[in-house]
Structures are given as C-alpha cells and as structure tokens.
C-alpha cells in the first residue's frame, strides 16, 4: 500500500472515548462550578496518575517516573536503539482550572498511541506518552518544573527544595506521590529524545473565531516572572500616625500601580499580571507588616521582554518609601521558535485530514519550551470556546478534541517510523 492510500492511525481516533476519559478525569478535583482543582504532587494529582497508569497498562504501555516526578507510559518500538518520541503535557491545573489545559494533552497521547496500536503498524521508536510534573506553577512556582529539569535547564536539587505555602517542599510531595505509585518502575532523567509533540487547548479566541480547527504553533512567547517581598512594620489602626507607620500595603500599590504604567503599551502586546497579592498579618486594625507579591510579565519580542523585565526592580525599589523591597527573579525564557520541519509534519497532516488550520504564536507557556532545548519539538492546538482558560468555563467540543488527537496520531506515526 503506498503511503498515501494506507489507513493512518487517525483513522482509529475514538471522539467518544477520548471525551470519556476527559470527563473521568476531571472527577479528580472537580470543583462545584464544573472546573478542576488539582495541584502539582497533590493526593488528587497521585489519582490522575493512577488512573492515566490504568489506562496505559490495558494497553500493554509500560509506566515509570523520573527523580522529578515526570511519568512516562511507553509504547515499545522495533528498534530497541531508537531514541523514543514523546507526546504529551501535564495533569495539574490552576486552583480554579478547567477540564482541558494540560490533561487533554495527555490524553490526546495516549489516544493517539491506541490509534497506532489499532492500525497494526508496529512503530520503529518507542513512544512515550508523557506528564510532566508541575506545569501550572501555582502551589509550587515556578512552573514548568518537570520538563525543565528533564531538559537540563533547572537543576533537580534545587527544584526538589522548592515549598509551597504550608513549607511542603517537592522532594517530600513527591515522596507522597510516589508511595501511591509503587510498583512504578524509576526511569533515568537522562534518557534521549528524538522528537516531542504536545497538544493542547489554544487558551486564545482566534481559531474559534476563525472557523479553524488545528492551529500548527510556530514558537512560544517569552515570559519573566519575579516575587517581590515588601517589608513594612505592623501597627495599631487607630494610634499610629501617618507619618509614624511603615505601611507594607500601600508600598506595594504603588509599586504594582507604577508597573502597570510603565508597562503600558497602546498596542496591547505586552502581558502584565500580578495574579498573588498576599498582606500580612490581614487583620482590619493592623497596619500591614508585609506583602508578597507575584509578577507575570511576557511579550512575544524577546529583546523588548529583557528591556521591560529590567524595569521591575528599580520601579519597586523607587517606591518603596519607608519600606524595604526585595525583588527575585524566578524564571525567564526568551521568545521561541519550533523548528520548520516539525512544523511542516503538523500541517501536512492536519491537510491530510482536511482540517481547516493555520499557523499560531502560543502567547501560553508551555513544556514544549523546554523540550525545545534537547529535541526537535512542535505544537498542534485546538480551539477554546471565546479563549477562556485558567478557568472553570473552559470548554472545547469533543470534535475538535478529537481532531487534535488525529492530527497528533498520524505525526506520532510518521515521527516514530
Ligand atoms: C501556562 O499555564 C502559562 O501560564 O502560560
Ligand atoms: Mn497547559
Ligand atoms: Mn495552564
């Protein structure tokens, strides 16, 4: 059969099964507005995994974790010297997340891999269908701290001795985790990789409002994110003066207001956020002796990225006042690029299908940032309903869902062949 006329594996792709698994999935953390809460190394995380295990052994796919929490299913290839291919994204969410952002790339993958397995063709490489532990960042920041340590770009010890708000740290989150996943077998960080692909929701209105139903990501906009720690001093409400108090909170306004200007632009390119705003001790008749405060900032240039991301301290520092300030960098990652030919399997396949599709910045984060740094990587995505996400009104229709993972299927086919 020539390559043209053989049956892809897309053609075994199940709407209803993929959208089934969703719905299970979300059980896990399912908030009572119909989004999901499942925080990075959570009991609800070690639930997902179980189950994405479950569903990996009926298919005969082998699970193991990695010393960062990444867990991997493998389809085994012909070739036991290939380097695998690996699909997939990540099972936690933001605290009032949605059905979609992460988990439907996991599950795309792994609809993706029984499509193959039910087209007959035994791939060459291995695939992997992968989670990767902690993408959303929000009980442990920053995020995105599996795939970075995979790829070499955050070192494992310093990661594992991050702690969330209660002081948990992820070595010992990790260590609850693991100890639901027993009889997993432990994979080695260093193992090679010779291609990723990642699904995902758009997290943007523009293939929706364009009628589209594949967007073929070109690269990921850059992100800085900073904490900033305002020192003041506590106080009685009613006694102290104004000129007496060293009032955390109103330092911290101005700062977040003095950013707000600085980084205005009449384009509305540039993404400012300060998503966390914690005061100390919060109590009506005390004067604030603290607040920490969070800093998002992203634009797709990476050069006016470094240029507006250098302006955060100084402006904190010039309106501080009596106060003291302490700014820390978290993370920065510059604007990418997905190589052309990853790119070019995506939308031949997608055109293959006859999907409507077109090329796509992702202004979202993503782990295929950091797969970018050790293997060719690309990004297939599908529509969002109105762009909503980080939310609970996040919604994608299972035909899409389910052409997302076609596409994904036959690139995943054509990659490990
Ligand atoms: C990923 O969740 C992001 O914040 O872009
Ligand atoms: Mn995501
Ligand atoms: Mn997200």
């Known amino acids: 059969m020539s390559a043209d006329t053989k049956t892809r594996a897309s053609a075994f792709v199940d709407e209803k099964r993929l959208a089934e698994r969703l719905a299970a999935m979300a059980r896990i953390g399912a908030t009572e507005k119909g989004g999901v809460n499942r925080q990075a190394l959570s009991k609800e995380d070690a639930a997902a995994q179980q189950l994405l295990i479950r569903w990996g052994e009926t298919l005969g796919l082998k699970p193991s974790i990695d010393a960062i929490g990444n867990l991997f299913l493998r389809l085994e290839g012909a070739d036991p010297n290939a380097a695998p291919v690996l699909s997939g994204s990540h099972l936690d969410t933001q605290p009032t997340g949605g059905k979609f952002d992460g988990v439907y790339g996991v599950l795309a993958a792994l609809e993706a891999v029984q499509a193959i397995v039910a087209s007959g063709v035994r791939p060459r490489a291995s695939i992997d269908v992968v989670a990767w532990m902690n993408e959303e960042g929000s009980r442990f920041a920053p995020g995105m701290m599996g795939s970075a340590v995979f790829a070499g770009e955050r070192r494992l010890d310093t990661v594992l001795a991050v702690t969330d708000e209660s002081g948990v740290s992820v070595a010992d989150a990790l260590m609850q985790v693991r100890s639901c996943l027993r009889d997993v077998a432990a994979r080695a960080l260093d193992e090679r990789a010779a291609a990723y692909v990642e699904a995902h929701i758009e997290q943007g209105p523009h293939l929706e409002r364009e009628g589209l139903t594949i967007g073929v990501v070109t690269g990921i906009q850059g992100k800085r994110t900073f904490k900033v720690r305002v020192d003041g001093e506590a106080a009685h409400a009613g006694t102290s003066t104004r ?35 914690d005061v100390k001790p919060s109590a009506p008749s005390v004067v604030p002796s603290a607040v920490d405060f969070s800093i998002d900032l992203r634009h797709p240039d990476s050069q006016a990225l470094r240029a507006l991301g250098d302006k955060v301290q100084p402006i904190c520092e010039a309106h501080a006042g009596v106060c003291a300030v302490r700014v820390t960098e978290l993370s920065s990652a510059m604007s990418l690029e997905f190589p052309a030919l990853m790119r070019s399997v995506i939308r031949d396949a997608a055109a293959r299908l006859n999907l409507a599709h077109r090329e796509i910045l992702s202004t979202a984060g993503h782990d295929a940032r950091y797969l970018h740094a050790v293997c060719p990587s690309g990004m297939i995505f599908v529509p969002s309903h109105r762009g909503l996400t980080h939310c609970e009104a996040e919604f994608t229709t299972s035909a899409d869902l389910a052409n997302g993972a076609k596409v994904l299927a036959d690139v995943l086919e054509e990659l490990a062949s």
């Open 243 to 277: 000129a007496e108090r060293k009032d955390a909170l109103l330092a911290a306004i101005a700062m977040v207001q003095a950013l707000a200007e600085a980084l205005h632009d009449a384009q509305d390119i540039v993404k400012f956020t300060v998503g966390r705003f």
